[in-house]
């Protein structure tokens, strides 16, 4: 080990700490049968409402294009909606 000379000598303090309160160790918790289910429904539920949320942008979709096809030529051709008779 390698002396350094006194005046450059690192000085270290160390901090005692004193608790009253006992330490103790608990083992991890083992899920339930109930606690599986339950996440298992909310994972059913989470998935159940995407795939409604899906369902409800399409017909939502599909109701905005049909209103749009509804409008008279001259106003669909207005806005820009592409024309039936125009197959290429």
């Known amino acids: 080990m390698k002396r350094e000379p006194p005046n450059l000598r690192r000085i270290t303090t160390m901090a005692m700490v ?3 309160t006992p330490i103790t160790r608990t083992t991890p918790a083992v899920p339930t049968p109930g606690d599986m289910a339950s996440r298992a429904a909310g994972h059913l539920a989470a998935k ?3 795939f409604a949320r899906a369902i409800a942008d399409h017909r939502r979709r599909r109701r905005d294009a049909a209103v749009l096809a509804a ?3 001259d106003l ?3 806005l820009g909606w592409p024309a039936d ?3 290429r």
Do not use: A, V
Request: charge should be neutral; proline fraction near 7%; glycine fraction near 6%.
């Open 18 to 20: 004193c608790s009253d």
């Open 48 to 50: 159940l409402n995407g």
């Open 71 to 73: 409008l008279p030529f």
């Open 76 to 78: 669909r051709k207005d």
């Open 85 to 87: 008779d125009m197959r």
